[in-house]
């Protein structure tokens, strides 16, 4: 629920947050008859509300491959993040994940609250995946047994290095780039992505939410998840909980932007991938995440609030990145904000300064490079014009509303 005093100071937010409110009630609408898709496409919007409005946009065959790949892998993803479940039991689970979507009488209780859904009513998932066309089912299965494999190994090794970084995101979202990558070909909408450019799509995310989620993680009960590499945060601190205490807020602050400028690397990748897209639906579908993502990394930078408490993009930003990511100028204009913003809390001190400002130059000069900045207009850096008159719009609304409410109650 956004607050009228969130409208008041983010007026040009009031529209599109009217245009999210209004596709949300016609997903339900929307939503098969059949128990098995009813629950596919219902869990879904309880697991992400976000993607299952921009999977919308897909053709219903895709859509549908799309939506049951995303719970495949949230499921998977809910047995790994179960700190409660033992090694000896999680580990083969996650290996032969991929035999158990054949088999619509599995499910393995786990997780909480709406996860823990999904984990006892897997059989609705596993019904809806036998539907699917046999590429599809292909495409799913192969990149569920390698992400499953892959997180049992992790299960028993830290992530010390860089390249043990990069290796556990490519299991965990790198191999969910390429699994899209082979649904969209499958559906005969798009050519077959280099395997380097969906994997860095997916890394951009992975890196962006392992950042933004540093204190929930650090915080899990029974057993902490640590995903930020030993490489990096022992250069500021002894132990990686130590970032969360106030007295190391210099050192956590320096260690964030570390990581933000490592996870800035996969941004001009994620420009060639979306650049080649032909499909419109495909494209956004595709576009908002990364567009989101680079806009979650601008916030958090140089942000010592990651280690206080929850960092996210305003609600009314989303839904204008959602409604207005349409083509590629839109989404080179909004790199090139995000980026003009992260340059702007660039402290010229911090010891990565050069690295980081040398990221955003790319980036930036990526965007003007593709001649389409002149083209677009800006919904990140505000219209002060346009905002003061939506505000009075807004106020005159509010005052006619309450001179009717007040005439009706005289009568």
């Known amino acids: 629920m956004v607050s009228l005093g969130a409208i008041l100071r983010h007026p040009d937010d009031f529209y599109p947050l009217l245009q999210l409110k209004m596709a949300a009630r016609n997903i339900e609408k929307q939503i098969p008859s059949q128990p098995h898709w009813a629950f596919s496409y219902t869990m879904l919007q309880k697991v992400s509300r976000s993607f299952a409005l921009v999977i919308q946009q897909l053709g219903p065959d895709l859509r549908d491959a799309v939506c049951i790949f995303y719970l495949v892998l949230r499921a998977l993803d809910t047995v790994e993040d179960d700190t409660s479940i033992a090694t000896d039991v999680k580990v083969p689970i996650l290996i032969d994940f991929y035999r158990h979507i054949y088999d619509p009488d599995w499910h393995f209780p786990c997780g909480t609250k709406e996860y823990k859904v999904l984990m006892d009513q897997f059989h609705h998932v596993s019904t809806a995946f036998l539907e699917l066309g046999k590429t599809y089912q292909e495409a799913i299965e192969d990149i569920t047994l390698r992400m499953g494999a892959g997180m049992a190994k992790f299960i028993c090794k830290e992530v010390e290095t860089i390249d043990d970084y990069d290796e556990y995101c490519h299991y965990v979202a790198g191999l969910v780039g390429l699994g899209l990558s082979k649904l969209f070909h499958s559906s005969g909408l798009e050519d077959l992505a280099p395997d380097s450019l969906s994997n860095s799509m997916g890394l951009f995310l992975q890196k962006t939410n392992i950042i933004r989620d540093y204190l929930e993680d650090i915080n899990e009960i029974p057993k902490s998840r640590m995903f930020w590499p030993r490489q990096i945060w022992s250069k500021y601190v002894n132990k990686l909980e130590d970032m969360k205490y106030e007295e190391n807020s210099s050192q956590a602050v320096q260690c964030l932007n570390d990581m933000v400028t490592n996870?800035?690397?996969?941004?001009?990748?994620?420009?060639?991938?979306?650049?080649?897209?032909?499909?419109?639906?495909?494209?956004?579908?595709?576009?908002?995440?990364?567009?989101?993502?680079?806009?979650?990394?601008?916030?958090?930078?140089?942000?010592?609030?990651?280690?206080?408490?929850?960092?996210?993009?305003?609600?009314g930003l989303t839904a204008k990145v959602i409604y207005r990511t349409k083509t590629m100028t839109d989404v080179y204009g909004a790199f090139f904000d995000f980026a003009c913003m992260l340059e702007s809390k660039v402290d010229k001190n911090d010891p990565n300064a050069t690295k980081t400002l040398s990221r955003l130059e790319a980036i930036q000069k990526t965007c003007r490079d593709s001649g389409l900045l002149s083209k677009r207009k800006s919904y990140i850096l505000r219209d002060e014009n346009g905002s003061t008159m939506i505000i009075i719009l807004v106020l005159m609304v509010s005052i006619i509303f309450a001179y009717l409410l007040a005439n009706r109650q005289n009568n």
Not at 277 to 284: E, T
Not at 289 to 305: F, K
């Open 263 to 315: 996870a800035l690397m996969h941004a001009e990748d994620s420009l060639k991938y979306l650049s080649a897209l032909r499909d419109q639906a495909i494209f956004r579908f595709c576009a908002v995440p990364q567009v989101m993502a680079i806009g979650t990394l601008a916030l958090c930078y140089n942000n010592i609030e990651v280690f206080r408490g929850v960092v996210k993009i305003r609600r």
